[in-house]
């Protein structure tokens, strides 16, 4: 499992590091700039929604869906990012809160971008189905 998070917070070591070097290459304004430089930091840090987890189910060792979701809510993740639409850990992941996105397996990407149809059908089987009868937030 990977974690990710906004896209403001890969940005803030790349601020933090422009604002130090700022900060050395004008000496005369270091406490003002400093000061400046810690308050819109944390203005970004307030800004970010929630923080997920990207979730793959081929692996040797699998987790129980129902074990994830639980270790996904206690440790605050309210999101999580699915490389395939699997029924189990979409049902489990249902009525949580958790917000979902679904990937679409590689081997059918071909598939579901040359044919409308196809699609439909994927996403009422997949996505739709369990949304209303599990209500997982996608």
């Not at 900060?23 to 929604?49: H, N, Y």
């Not at 679904?102 to 040359?114: E, K, Q, R």
């Not at 439909?120 to 599990?134: A, F, G, I, P, Q």
Request: with cysteine; net charge positive; aromatic share 8%.
């Amino acid at each position: 499992m990977y974690f990710w998070s906004s896209k403001v917070l890969i940005l803030l070591p790349l601020y933090f590091r422009t604002c130090c070097l700022k900060i050395r290459l004008r000496a005369k304004m270091g406490l003002p700039s400093l000061i400046l430089g810690l308050v819109f930091g944390s203005m970004l840090v307030v800004s970010v929604r929630g923080i997920g987890a990207n979730w793959g189910t081929q692996s040797s060792h699998s987790l129980a869906p129902e074990i994830v979701v639980r270790l996904l809510r206690e440790n605050g993740f309210n999101k999580a990012k699915l490389f395939d639409a699997d029924s189990r850990v979409l049902t489990a992941l249902g009525n949580t809160g958790v917000e979902v996105m679904v990937g679409i397996p590689n081997d059918m990407l071909a598939t579901l971008a040359s044919s409308m149809k196809a699609a439909e059908n994927w996403v009422t089987k997949n996505v739709s189905s369990l949304v209303s009868r599990n209500g997982v937030n996608i």
